[in-house]
């Protein structure tokens, strides 16, 4: 039964990476595509898990730690540590995760819907629980991640993706 309001994850192929000890997944239409870690621009005054921008190819987009956003413990970037791009509001955002997995096709029966586990505001993108036959995958819609006042209230970036 779909919940009222809730995005649920559809069948299809999913770009699947790391986070701690977790795997997740974002629709892979969702990912244009995928870098090493570049550097980043500091800007004053963003909210903590939003790094801050990086130059791709001579465009600004700014940069965001989903293990700040997803409120997992920080460690130090590796060489694995990689950049994500993706499309959130019609804007180009990179976001920042342990490493990146593989390329995973859910067909309907493989996803379940993400448990009821109090609404907070981190957990309003998880739109579905991909099951494997070895671990689950906790699959995440990029344009939940982040609400449009959100993207648009980061220091005008909402200007410069």
């Not at 770009?15 to 090493?36: C, R």
């Not at 509001?89 to 819907?113: C, H, N, P, Y």
């Amino acid at each position: 039964m779909e919940r009222p309001g809730k995005r649920i994850a559809e069948e299809g192929r999913y770009l699947s990476f790391q986070l701690a000890t977790e795997t997740y997944a974002v629709p892979i239409k969702a990912v244009s595509e995928i870098i090493g870690l570049a550097e980043i621009t500091h800007v004053p005054n963003m909210a903590d898990y939003m790094k801050g921008i990086i130059n791709l190819r001579g465009r600004v987009l700014p940069v965001m730690d989903l293990r700040k956003k997803f409120s997992l413990p920080h460690v130090d970037y590796t060489r694995e540590t990689c950049i994500i791009i993706v499309e959130i509001w019609s804007k180009k955002v990179g976001l920042i995760v342990d490493t990146v997995r593989e390329v995973i096709d859910f067909r309907a029966k493989q996803i379940e819907l993400p448990p009821d586990i109090g609404g907070h505001p981190h957990t309003q993108c998880l739109i579905g629980i991909g099951k494997l036959t070895d671990r689950v995958v906790i699959l995440v819609e990029p344009s939940l991640i982040l609400r449009p006042e959100e993207l648009a209230g980061h220091a005008g970036l909402s200007s410069v993706a």
